[in-house]
C-alpha cells in the first residue's frame, strides 16, 4: 500500500464522497486494538502445546504459530510507529481518547504470550540460558505489568470521564496484564531453581490477586451497563466473551502454581505438608471459580447466537470488527482452566471436552485471522470514523 496509488474510495453517502483514503490516511486509524490479533495467535500457540489429546505434529503446529505470531507482533510494531511517525498527534490520543487507551493492554498481553511461548517450545531445546532469560522478562514484564496498572487509572480518570454504566468490555485489558503476570509464573517456575522458582511464585500469586479483585469491581459495572443499555450492536457483541478471562487465567495461575511449589526448600521446608495444602486448595478453589466462568461464557454466547443469524436475503447481521477477537483470548484461559481441572481430577471426560474447546477456539481463531484480513482489504478498519480512534466514548 503506497499513498494514493493503493487507495479506496469512501462509501457512497457520506461527506466524503469520492475522496480518495491512502495509506497515510488510513494508518493514522491503525490503533492498539490490533494487538488483539497477536495477543489471541500466542494464546492458541499455547493451547495447542498443552490440548490433553496430543498427536504427532501439533507441538510442531503450536511453534509454527508461535512464530507466526512474531513476525504478526512485528509487523504490527512498525505499523504503530509509522503511525506515531507521519502523525505524531496520535500518540497521545492513543492514551487518552477511550476506548483505544484500554487496549494498549494488548500490546502487552501480546509479550506475556511470548514469553510463555519461549517457555513451551525454547526451553526443551535449548541450554539453561534461556531459562535465565526468561526469568529477567518475567520480572521486567512484573514491574511494567503494575506501573502500567497503576497509572493507566489515573489516566482514565484525569484525561476523560468514564461512565460507570456505559462501559466498555474492552476495560478488562487494563487488568488482565497482571493476571497474566500470575499465569507466566506458572507456566515458568518448573524450569526455574528453588531459589529463583519461589519468589516467582509468590509474585505471581500477589498479581492474581491484584487482577482478581480489579476485575470484580469492573464486573458489576459491566454487568450493569449490559442490563442498562442493552446487548449493544451485533457486531459489537463478542466483546462479551471479555470477562471470561477473569476468571479463567485466575485458575489457570492457582492451579499452575501449586503443581510446581519447590517442596522442602524455604518456607515449605518448614512446613513440609504446606504444599500438599496449597495444591489441594487451589484445585478446589478453582473448581468453585470454573463454573462462574462458564456462566459469563454461557451468558456471552446466549448474546450473540441471535446475531448471529443472518436477515432476510442471508445477509449477516454481524461485521467483523477488532472486538471479534475477545472470542478467543479469555476462552484460551477458560479451555486451560478446563484441562488442569481434568488433570487433576483425572477425568477422561473433563479432558474431552477440553480437547473439543480447543478444536472450536482453533476454528474460530482462523476465521477471525482470515475475517480480519479481509476487514483490512475492505476498509471495514483502518478508516476513517470506523476503529477504536473515533469519538470519545467508554
Known sequence: MNGDAEAVRLPNGGQDHGRKVGFRDRIAHFTWANFTCTQSTGGIAILLSMTPHQFHGLQTAGAVVFIINIVIFLIFCTMMLSRFVL??????????????????GSFLLSIATGII??????VPHTGDWLVVVIRILFWIYAAVALIYTSV???????QSSINPLKINPAVFLMIFNTMLTGTIAASI?????????LPILVAGIAYQGLGWILSMILLPWFIGSVLSN?????????????????????????IG?????PRGYGF???????????????????????????????????????????????????AFCLSWWAIIFPNVGFTIATIMIGEELQSNAILWVATVMTILLFAAWLMDLGLHVKAVATGQIMWPGKDEDGAKSS
Open 189 to 197: 517456575a518448573q524450569s526455574q531453581p528453588p531459589a529463583q522458582r
Open 257 to 261: 502454581c501449586a503443581r510446581y511449589v
Open 230 to 254: 442493552g446487548l449493544g450492536s451485533p457486531s459489537q457483541r463478542p466483546g462479551l466473551f471479555m470477562p471470561v478471562g477473569s476468571s479463567g487465567y485466575t485458575v489457570v495461575s492457582l
Open 268 to 318: 515449605f521446608a518448614r512446613f513440609p505438608t504446606a504444599a500438599d495444602v496449597v495444591h489441594i486448595v487451589a484445585v478446589w478453589v478453582g473448581i468453585f471459580l470454573w463454573l462462574f466462568a462458564f456462566w459469563l461464557f454461557a451468558v456471552a454466547l446466549v448474546a450473540n447466537i441471535p446475531a448471529m443469524v443472518p436477515v432476510r436475503r442471508w445477509r449477516p447481521r454481524m
Open 152 to 158: 493507566t487509572w489515573v489516566v482514565a480518570a484525569a
Open 87 to 104: 502523525h505524531p498527534h496520535t500518540l497521545k490520543r492513543s492514551f487518552t481518547n477511550p476506548p483505544e487507551p484500554f487496549f494498549f
Open 117 to 122: 511461548c519461549m517457555e513451551r517450545f525454547g
